[in-house]
Every structure is written in C-alpha cells, then in structure tokens.
C-alpha cells in the first residue's frame, strides 16, 4: 500500500527524511482493527517528528499521520481515536499515561491506504459530518475542546484570547470558543487570517504583540516563545493561561513576578480523551460548528502540504486523501 513515512529526521531539511512508496499493509491482530482510511489531516506533530523533535530516532522508520477518518473491516463509517494508552494507567485519563502514544508515535499512522489501531479507539462517525471534516478533529479539535472546556472550564461570556489564529488548534479554539458564548479575542500577523478571525466570530483580532482592547479571563497559547510574554500581558488577575504547544520555541523569559503578583494560572494540557472527543462532537451537532479545511491533496502531494505548513501558508487543516478512491 502507499505511505508517506518518516525515514530520517534534520532540524533544517526535514522533509528529507520523509519518503513516498510502497509499504506491507497492517496485519490482523486480536484486539485491533483494521481501517481503510478515507482521509487523514496534516499537524505540526508530523512535522516535529521530521525535525527529531520528542521522537527517538530509533523509532525510525514510521508512517507518519495522527488523524483518521474511514472506514473498519465491517464497512462502518469510523473516526481514529489517535492516543493509544491505557486509561487505568492515567487514573481514567489516557493523556495521563506515562505509557501513551499518539498515533505515529510507536505504531505506524494514517498517510496509508490501511491502519491499525486498537477496536477502543473507533468511534462512529455521524451521518452529517464528512470525512474530511472528521478527520480534522482528532488531534487539532480534540486538543482546543480539551484546552477550553477541560482545563479552563469556559462559560458563556468569558473573554478569551486565542493566539496564532490561523493554526488547526487556534482556528478550532476561535470556533468552539465563539460557539460556548466567550467574546474571543486573537492575534495573527497575517491581515489575510485576522480577516479570517473575524469572520468565525472573533470580536476583535490584533497583530501578534499588539495591546487587546480588554484584559482576557484565558489565553489559549499554542504559539510560544514569540507569544508568551503578551500572554502573560493580556491575563486579567487571577486568569489563566492553558498551552497546548510552542512551535516558535521552548523556552520563553518565564516572568514569574507577574504570575505570583496577579495569581496567574499556566496549565499544560495535551490532546483529549476518548470521552472529550465524543462530548467535542455532540457540541459540534448541537451548534452546527464545523472544523476550516484550507485544502485537500492526495497522499502523492504530501511534501507540497508539509511545505505548506512549514512556510506558514495553511488557514485552518489541511486534508490528505491516501487513495484515489477517497471522497
């Protein structure tokens, strides 16, 4: 079957290491599925594991790809629970286990025609969501409804900032945000997905850096280095800010005076439960919320979306179809 995986790993090439050709197809085992994948979609995940970021490179070679939507051996209509873990190892919660892995992790993911993941992690897809709508949500959607819901506990009226909006987990955290009730606020530096902002039903969106018209009760921070001192800035006392990653770097001036002077919050959070996902897409039903697909592109086009995504040109998700015969 056709794969796109992972073979070597550079800091400054990484789309070196990720190669396009013909791979064995998962075998039946017990306790696991099978899935054809009718659509996968493109996270930064994939690109730090091409960059040897918090993946070993003796878990090279992998197919890479986090997110799957298709269908199981049975024909059903399926959607990829993309953490693999035991929830009894994370007290009830499978982002909790030392043990997890995110799909591409340790077991080869979805840019392949096939995947196998445990039977658990299938969940059925609704009727009025399309594939490559689904397959939008597990990782990118699953983390902001985590993010917003779990970690911030959000209510109708909240103000919320929501840094780097054209990222898959910024534009899903504006749409389920807006969606809640919150007045969200955020910040791009492209005029182009301010725009974009404003259209989901952000109130207000500034350049990145740029002073917010009010003091926000949460900041979702996906964006780092470049972001986390106007984060800290644009906290009300007391407020919180929840981060879910930092893809312009690790390691900001921490700022500790104003958190323990103004009681800020910084939570860690990462991914989402099988629960959360379920409860993410009841939300969606109810409120008719859907996920920005910027583009599609077959699996033969992987490294143009990867370039895509490295060269900041992605609004929203970008959807890969592994086979020709995929909607």
Known sequence: MLAA???SQSATDPLAGLVLGDVPPPEPRPGWSVVRVAASSLNMHDLWTLRGVGHPPDRLPIVLGCDAAGWDEDGNEVIVYPVIADPDAGMGDETLDPGRALLSEQHDGAF???????????????SWLSFDEAACLPV????AYRMLFTQARIRAGDRVL???AGGGVASAAIKLAVAAGAVVHATSRSEEKRAEALSWGARAVVPT???LPERVDVVIETVGEATWSHSLKSLRPGGTVVIAGATSGMNPPADLGRVFYLQQRVLGSTGCTRSELVALLKMMDATGVRPVVDRTLPLAEIHKGFQLMIDGRLTGKLVVHPSPSAP
């Open 112 to 126: 392949a025609e096939f995947l196998s993941v445990p039977t658990r992690n299938l969940i059925p897809k609704p």
């Open 5 to 7: 995986t992972a073979v």
């Open 162 to 164: 929501v840094q780097g």
């Open 209 to 211: 850096g740029e002073r």
């Open 140 to 143: 990118a959607w699953g983390t």
